[in-house]
């Protein structure tokens, strides 16, 4: 006969932990939509709007909401001031948080550009009904995502673009916002020990060139280009400050004595990482001459408190949505390895993201 684990009965007072922890678990997908719902009412703009605070009856009237839905929108801003959203300034009166300052419309806070289009992205249909394929998707034998499996298409490629136009320029948005999001924290905490001294620096997979434009704002000396693909760079007006190739960094990374790897890499599996490194290597002189490799992308640390959880949930999110993933400190040492560089350093870490240095 099978050996029976030995069950430990709980405490009444565990039993009742758990069932409440049972409920958050099963329903955390209410604060997501509940955050979709204040987003797409556009709330955090409102109470801007309203001088940085709002009671419920204000909201309600520059929404332009029916007024019998005021106790609703109470349960929802309860939940959302709860999960930190929002916060309570007075009895039925909301304020801004840090994170509601990064979703008023067309307000770039020290810059990160508004985070609505993330949010929208995060949270729409696609990627609702692809995580709820996980289950399906665990039992075939497939190499792609829960996403491709179920829409037939790859975020953020051609396959997207033209399936459905709309979405795809949403996602784009998001992705756009998400990583121009925080360099000037970047700039500011490490700028120096990174990008002092340098004479040149590609920015592989730069896009529309925003953090390079930074980088030559706060280093004049350094020349730097832009790699990217032929359909992202054929539509960037040249702007004599950066220098824009079109090309693909599978095959050719074009060099400079650093090149700057941001937020691109968790976009890829390991296989895929090591070769685009090992591009990397290729287009930066020794170490002795200042060759290096700067990645910078997420660090999951378990020591890293509430932050971890965040980190993991982005990593579910990466398997749910690409075939990328987050890495801890020895995920990302074994591809630095295997991509044939010597060491590396890790220069800081900044909320979930790790700011590495890779020498040749
Ligand atoms: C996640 S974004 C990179 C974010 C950017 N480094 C930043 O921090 O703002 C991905 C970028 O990689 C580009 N890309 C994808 N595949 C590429 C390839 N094979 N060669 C060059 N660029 C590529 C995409 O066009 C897109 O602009």
Known sequence: MA?????????????????????????????????QCAVKLGIPTTIHGLGGAASLPQLVTALSLPPAKLPYLRRIMRLLA????????????????????????????????????????ATSRHCVEAALGLTDWFKKDVAGSPFEDLHGVTLFDGSMAEADPEIDAVFNE?????????FLAVLRECGDTLFQGLDSLTDCCGGDGTT???????????????????????????????????????????????????????????????????????????????GKVIVIDILVDPSSGPMHEAELLVDVAMMVFTNGRQRDESDWG???????????????????????????
């Open 3 to 35: 050996a029976q684990a030995q069950l430990t009965v709980p405490t009444d007072a565990e039993l009742l932990q758990a069932q409440a922890d049972l409920w958050r678990h099963s329903l955390y997908y209410m604060t997501s939509m509940a955050f």
């Open 82 to 121: 709860t999960s930190g959203v929002f916060a309570t300034a007075d009895v039925d009166v909301y304020r801004l948080t840090p994170i509601s300052f990064l979703l008023l419309d067309g307000v770039d806070i020290d810059g990160h550009p508004s985070q609505t289009s993330v949010v929208l992205a």
């Open 174 to 182: 998001g992705l756009a916002a998400h990583d121009n999001s925080g």
């Open 212 to 290: 390079a434009r930074s980088i030559v704002e706060a280093f004049p000396q350094i020349k730097c280009t832009v790699l990217d693909l032929p359909r992202v760079i054929d539509n960037i007006p040249t702007d004599g400050v950066v220098n824009y190739v079109a090309g693909d960094m599978f095959k050719l990374v074009p060099p400079a004595q650093a090149v700057l790897v941001k937020l691109v890499l968790h976009h890829w599996s390991d296989e895929d990482c090591v070769k685009i490194l090992a591009q990397c290597k290729k287009a930066i002189p020794s170490r002795e001459e200042g």
């Open 334 to 360: 074994e591809i630095f390895t295997k991509a044939g560089f010597t060491g590396y350093n890790i220069v800081k870490k900044l909320g979930a993201r790790g700011v590495f240095e890779v020498y040749p």
